[in-house]
């Protein structure tokens, strides 16, 4: 079951996606939620269109402060990209906003702040969505990892470098070389998550510390996180930095390990790697 809020103040909105993404209001909170458990809650091309819509309504919609992206169920924030879908040659960002990236959202910051409830597993893409958030809860069985090489890929959607910038470079390189998950314990002992809570109430937690935010000014917040991330409007992030990681993609995108390892995660069997 989705975790869900019976707050009077909550109003679900028409959304077109609504097969794959909700949003509903809460106060001055809207709630984003990738509705694909079946699936663990992975990105195909709707989600990634609908995730964009959503958030360019949270930015322009003035009565909304705060943002909370989380997954349906309770397995999964987010497994990532639906490599079926890839395999199948669909793309995983908006292509109508492509400047977004993964998911129509790690490469484009709002101004307001935008908290991840992890609910369960966050990894690959999953995981690099809660790196772009700028404060994450998670229940005590979330788990956090880059599985990318095992399928011959590399966490391209901004954690192959943004990891480094939030934990040491060691234990960020553990992570992406390894691709062995960790706990949310650990995680929060490297400060990838503010606040730990027990199994079902990611949500809850995650409202009650927006609602923290929303008791303050809502432009002396927004002014913090321009000055805490450095962005200006209409700026892009981290631009050399992504410059260098569609380099190292594209290259690795055209090898035949990186073939190899898709095709193996669909056929569900070992990867028989080539180095070429």
Do not use: Y
Not at 7 to 24: C, E, L, Y
Not at 65 to 72: D, F, K, P, Q, R
Not at 74 to 83: I, K, P, Q, Y
Not at 183 to 207: F, H, I, K, M, Q
């Amino acid at each position: 079951m989705a975790e869900q809020n019976d707050s009077a103040g909550s109003a679900s909105a028409p959304n077109p996606s609504d097969a794959v993404v909700r949003t509903d209001v809460v106060g001055r909170t809207l709630v984003v939620t990738i509705d694909r458990p079946e699936v663990r809650n992975a990105v195909d091309l709707r989600v990634a269109r609908a995730l964009a819509d959503a958030f360019t309504r949270a930015e322009d919609d003035p009565e909304i402060w705060t943002v909370v992206l989380t997954g349906a169920g309770d397995r999964a924030f987010s497994a990532g990209a639906d490599l079926k879908a890839v395999f199948r040659g669909e793309v995983v960002h908006d292509p109508e906003r492509p400047e977004r990236g993964f998911a129509g959202l790690v490469k484009h910051d709002i101004s307001k702040p935008v908290i991840a409830a992890v609910n369960g597993l966050a990894v690959g893409g999953g995981f690099e969505m809660v790196l772009h958030c700028d404060l994450a809860v998670a229940v005590a069985s979330a788990v956090f990892g880059f599985p990318e090489p095992r399928v011959g890929k590399m966490a391209a959607a901004g954690g192959a470098f943004r990891i480094g910038g939030q934990i040491p470079p060691k234990l960020a390189a553990e992570l992406l070389f390894t691709g062995t998950p960790i706990s949310a314990a650990r995680a929060a002992e490297l400060g990838l998550v503010n606040r730990v809570v027990p199994d079902g109430e990611a949500l809850t937690a995650a409202l009650a510390l927006a609602d923290e935010i929303n008791r303050n000014s809502p432009l002396s917040v927004r002014a913090s996180k321009r000055v805490l991330l450095g962005i200006d409007p209409g700026v892009q992030r981290d631009g050399d930095d992504w410059a260098r990681i569609a380099a190292a993609d594209d290259e690795l995108l055209r090898s035949a390990d990186a073939e190899e390892g898709v095709r193996a995660f669909v056929e569900k069997r070992e990867p028989r790697w080539t180095g070429k």
